[in-house]
């Protein structure tokens, strides 16, 4: 069956010494808080992820992740950062796909599809994030897009590479905006996506993938979202820089 997850993505926030001290709060809650089994996932700037694997070393519910890699193993790419290198100091996981990413970045699907090889084949798992823009949803076309999100980026793994993947349905227009799709909208979305996995990869496939669902989720919307059918835990931005808000979404998760 498949793991619920709350991955808190800290974006370019934290100087060092706030970072630590942020996922040390975060690690002692969790463990005198938290009582199900609920996956935690931390993923800050790359100069913490050294620093905070170490702490997470003994903890079983709690990793890190890195929010960016690099598509080759190593080489002349000044200022760049490779799965390989990541995976070196004991880190599990890598956001990919996100929309900023994306946008800032500009990252196309055809390159995200290397990233998330590397991320594979030095044993990341990639938590890739796809979703639509104001525009697209009111042309109706979100689906479409989220679609071509998948097939572009994904649609080349084989099965068994693909259980290695989590998803974050990201609707642009909900990313540190504080407009939450209603839970009733993601969950449509996320059961799209559920069928076009099953379409693709197969009924188990479907039913083992984490859909995550991102953008100005809160303690106050949390339960009603994970309460949903295809909704299996979130990634949260801004709300997982304050300790007391990320355990109190990591604690509206009662599916456990
Ligand atoms: P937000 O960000 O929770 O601040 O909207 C979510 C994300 O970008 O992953």
Not at 129 to 148: A, M, V, Y
Request: aromatic share 8%.
């Amino acid at each position: 069956m498949r793991k619920n997850i709350i991955a808190g993505n800290w974006k370019m926030n934290m100087d060092y010494t706030t970072g630590i001290g942020l996922f040390s709060e975060i690690v002692n809650m969790v463990n005198d808080e938290v009582m199900g089994d609920q996956q935690v996932i931390v993923c800050p700037p790359y100069i913490h992820l050294n620093g905070m694997a170490q702490l997470a070393k003994s903890q079983n519910n709690i990793s890190v992740g890195a929010q960016n890699c690099h598509q080759a193993d190593k080489g002349a790419y000044t200022g760049e950062i490779s799965a390989e290198m990541i995976q070196s100091v004991g880190v599990k996981y890598v956001i990919l796909g996100h929309s900023e990413r994306r946008q800032y970045f500009n990252e196309s699907n055809t390159l995200l599809a290397e990233k998330v090889n590397s991320a594979l084949k030095n044993n990341l798992k990639p938590i890739f994030c796809i979703g639509e823009t104001l525009d697209q949803r009111n042309s109706n076309s979100h689906f479409e897009i989220i679609k071509n999100q998948l097939q572009e980026a994904l649609y080349h793994l084989l099965e068994t590479e693909f259980q290695n993947i989590i998803l974050a349905y990201e609707p642009v227009w909900a990313i540190g905006t504080g407009l939450t799709a209603t839970p009733d909208q993601a969950q449509e979305v996320h059961a799209f996506i559920r069928k076009e996995i099953e379409e693709k990869f197969g009924q188990s496939a479907a039913e083992n993938v984490s859909i995550l669902y991102g953008g100005s989720c809160n303690p106050t919307n949390a339960s009603e979202l994970f309460a949903k059918a295809d909704i299996d835990g979130g990634l949260i931005g801004g709300a997982s820089l304050k300790s007391r808000d990320f355990l109190d979404i990591i604690k509206a998760f009662n599916r456990g």
